[in-house]
């Protein structure tokens, strides 16, 4: 397909950035941004999530630290995304209604998947118009610290965070799979695709990038990407459990 409209080619082109010039985003940009992914579709218009601007350098250099990236401090606005039944529950309390179902898995995943979409929708707003950004999965290297560290409640959960700035560098894209590896139809495909194409392009890519070039195809970049130990990450399904989330097998109890 050549003919890309603004907006697919706007996507196709999207590429994570993570040198930041040392300029502010300003606050009604930041508004505008989110004003603006509030609109992305929502499990079940319930709008299962929250935003925290983290704009105190004590806690930003905190996240940073528990990232393990300088970016995470270094950025034009820092954003952490926050799966939510939190609210929800303060709602439906006021209704008098039970909120069990609050606590269940189906409900976290709602918010899960609110807390993504909306995150999406910031990093493509965003791009529109020139600001860059990367998605931080790393909070989750210490989602018990991101807990304390942003008094966040029961029925909250730091999914992820999004550094925003004024882009300091320009990465190459990093190639996509081919669309026939990841789209079938009617089924699962019973024999893996073939990708020796795909696994030159992405070693080219490694090659040839200015920072941290190396010599890694894909299929090495997946193996070494699950060689690595869990840490703090084999707490999740505790810690989620704690923040009063994936607790079905508790669905009689009567204290919620
Ligand atoms: C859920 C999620 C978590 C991510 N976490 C991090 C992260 O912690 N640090 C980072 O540098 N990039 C992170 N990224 C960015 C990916 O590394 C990046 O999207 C991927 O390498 C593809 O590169 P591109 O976005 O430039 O196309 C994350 C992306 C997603 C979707």
């Not at 300088?70 to 929800?88: F, K, P, S, T």
């Not at 998947?113 to 998605?135: H, M, N, P, R």
């Not at 392009?201 to 894909?218: K, L």
Request: negative net charge; hydrophobic residues 40%; proline residues 5%.
């Amino acid at each position: 397909m050549s003919d890309l409209n603004t907006t697919l080619a706007l996507l196709t082109h999207h590429k994570t950035i993570r040198q930041f010039k040392p300029q502010p985003i300003a606050t009604d940009i930041i508004e505008k941004l989110i004003a603006t992914a509030q609109h992305t579709a929502t499990s079940n218009f319930c709008q299962n999530y929250s935003i925290i601007s983290v704009t105190d350098s004590a806690k930003k250099r905190a996240i940073a630290a528990i990232s393990g990236q300088d970016y995470v401090a270094n950025n034009g606005h820092l954003l952490i995304m926050i799966a939510d039944q939190q609210r929800n529950q303060q709602l439906a309390l006021a209704e008098h209604e039970p909120d069990k179902l609050l606590h269940s898995t189906d409900k976290f995943l709602a918010a899960v998947f609110d807390t993504v979409l909306v995150t999406q929708s910031l990093v493509v707003a965003a791009e529109s118009i020139g600001i860059g950004s990367v998605i931080l999965g790393s909070v989750l290297n210490d989602a018990q610290q991101m807990i304390q560290l942003l008094e966040l409640p029961p029925l909250t959960f730091p999914l992820l965070g999004l550094a925003l700035g004024y882009p300091e560098q320009d990465p190459s894209e990093k190639p996509r799979l081919p669309e026939r590896a990841v789209h079938f139809t009617n089924h699962y495909p019973r024999k893996p695709v073939a990708l020796t194409n795909y696994n030159q392009q992405v070693q080219a890519y490694y090659q040839n990038r200015r920072q941290t070039p190396r010599t890694t195809n894909y299929q090495q970049h997946i193996a070494q990407s699950i060689s690595q130990e869990l840490g703090n990450r084999a707490d999740l399904a505790a810690i989620i459990q704690a923040q009063g989330f994936l607790l079905d097998f508790k669905t009689d109890r009567e204290d919620h």
